[in-house]
């Protein structure tokens, strides 16, 4: 044993101990450089865990990890920052249905907020800050009307949950948007950062699909987020027609920070019990933005057991929007809640519609298709605030083996109330006519959903309806505009459920044009947080967790 000249024997033994002890660190420091570096492969993983005396925890996991071994305890996710690579971020959070279902979503809440801050914060900064800085005085108007919404809602919803599964998720959609502002906060502590957010913007951030709406009534932006909706029956030799659907976003170009997300919830039908059954939505997959706990630009894939059901939807077009929308804070539950309540608790297309119409109100006017994969059952609804009116489309859908909805009313009663502004659609409707009337296959169903058809790619007229074009592009205009079609969703379904589902971000390069470019277009807009130039290719998100 090395013995120090001058020491005891207990000080040399320590010192001996602490050699060795260095010195496998550094062997053990070798190997791991050899053998087990771990990866940095921008896949951000945590888990909450939780009890009742101590509360919340959050540990966090790095990454390089091995996704399927990460424990769920109350809830677990994974983040990864794609919009760089392909223009898109997503996450995916899982909660533990032994956990009480407050417990699950403000431990859901906690995992989103803290893995996404930077994401959030950059999306508000992008978004809702330049708008209230311009116009401060409607945005404390709009913001206290949805604070007093929040507080009427919130108590009464705890008052009526224990025996209301639709005021049991309205009360969990609150709870976990207190984690996620915990959540945020938590992270930007833990990264010693100088930003902040209060209470109020997480609020507009979360209540995405209503924010629209509400911003066009309070007069402080005239800028919606509009779809395009297309379903396309493709036939198969022995077997059930192969059903395609696209879904494309038009939207500011400042909306261009993107999440793909997956919320897999154990929740329960009511406030849990030993007796309580899971939701029938068990897991929700939505394209998406940051802080907002629904789609927005409405896409949602829901999953259940052994049952599916996508809902897809576009803003109605709409004038004198004041005149119809408008209604008191405490007569209705917004929007957003209602769809994801909606979302969770609907076993069919018709019971989605039911939940819907509950508690209806606040500014938005909306066109939904509900599509049911293993009956083929297509439903057609439209949603005031004052109504909500619904067709079943099965028949009509098997009959031309087409759907196409632009946000253009099917329904006399709601056609009136709205009294669009004239337009000539026939053209657009013969020009997609024609562009379907060839497609047989999916490939060119695909082609032409991504701006080309079998045909030609023809150049795009721009002073065609930007509400109707598969690609059109506002910085292309002879007087530039921030604004177009910013992603295209692809999904195949048939009987047994969902096949395929790819995302495409960023405006279209289809007709030979140069990818959208920031730097070039509009440098002055804030895009904090957006790569410079968009041209990506397709992903398919590969979920991890069932």
């Not at 809602?153 to 915990?182: C, K």
């Not at 919320?263 to 899971?278: A, E, I, R």
């Not at 006017?365 to 489309?393: D, G, K």
């Amino acid at each position: 044993m090395l013995k120090v000249v001058g020491a005891s024997w207990l000080q040399t033994r320590i010192s001996t101990y602490i050699l060795i002890a260095v010195a496998l660190l550094g062997i053990g420091a070798i190997i791991l450089g050899e053998f087990g570096h771990v990866e940095q492969d921008g896949i951000y993983s945590a888990t909450v865990l939780w009890n009742r005396k101590g509360g919340y925890r959050i540990d966090f996991w790095g990454q390089g990890n091995d996704l399927t071994a990460v424990p769920l305890h109350a809830a677990r996710a994974y983040y990864k920052t794609g919009i760089f690579e392909h223009g898109w971020s997503y996450i995916e959070i899982e909660t533990s249905s032994k956990y009480p279902d407050t417990v699950q979503a403000y431990a859901a809440g906690l995992l989103e907020g803290s893995l996404t801050w930077q994401l959030i914060h950059h999306h508000w900064y992008n978004t809702i800050r330049p708008k209230c800085e311009a116009k401060p005085a409607e945005c404390q108007k709009l913001t206290r009307y949805l604070r007093d919404n929040t507080a009427i809602i919130r108590e009464r919803a705890e008052l009526m949950e224990s025996n209301d599964p639709f005021w049991h998720m309205v009360r969990l959609f609150y709870t976990q948007l207190d984690g996620l502002e915990a959540g945020w906060k938590f992270a930007v502590r833990r990264s010693r950062v100088s930003v902040s957010l209060e209470s109020e913007h997480f609020l507009w951030l979360a209540l995405a699909s209503d924010l629209s709406g509400f911003q066009q009534v309070f007069n402080i932006s005239d800028h919606l987020i509009n779809s395009m909706i297309y379903f396309k029956s493709l036939p198969r030799d022995n077997s059930e027609p192969l059903i395609a659907i696209s879904h494309h976003t038009a939207a500011p170009y400042t909306q261009m920070l993107r999440l793909i997300k997956k919320y897999t919830f154990g929740y329960h039908v009511l406030p849990m019990t030993k007796t309580v059954s899971l939701t029938p939505g068990r897991s929700i997959v939505m394209s998406s933005y940051p802080g907002a706990l629904s789609s927005r630009d409405e896409f949602y894939l829901i999953n259940g057991e052994n049952r599916e059901l996508v809902v897809i939807g576009t803003p109605l077009l709409a004038t004198k929007r004041n005149e119809w929308s408008f209604v008191y804070p405490e007569d209705h539950v917004m929007l957003t809640i209602r769809l994801m309540a909606a979302n969770r608790l609907a076993t069919n297309s018709q019971s989605w519609f039911n939940i819907m119409s509950h508690q209806n109100g606040g500014a938005s006017a909306l066109q939904w298709i509900s599509f049911e994969p293993r009956s083929m059952t297509v439903l057609l609804v439209e949603q005031l605030p004052s109504i909500t009116v619904a067709m079943n489309y099965t028949e009509e859908f098997k009959k031309t083996g087409l759907i196409t909805y632009v946000g253009i009313s099917n329904f006399q009663n709601i056609d009136d109330i709205l009294r669009p502004a004239k337009k000539d659609v026939n053209l657009w409707k013969t020009r997609l006519t024609h562009l379907q009337k060839n497609i047989t296959t999916f490939e060119q169903f695909r082609n032409t959903m991504r701006g080309c058809s079998q045909e030609s790619c023809e150049k795009q007229n721009s002073k065609t309806d930007r509400l109707q074009e598969l690609t059109y592009r506002g910085d292309l205009e002879d007087v530039p505009v921030p604004y177009g079609v910013i992603d295209t969703k692809i999904l195949t379904i048939d009987v047994n459920g969902f096949e395929t589902f790819e995302a495409i971000s960023g405006p279209s390069t289809s007709h030979s044009r140069l990818p959208f470019k920031w730097s070039t277009s509009f440098p002055n807009i804030s895009h904090v947080g957006h790569p410079d130039t968009f041209d990506f290719e397709s992903i398919t998100p590969k979920w991890i967790w069932i």
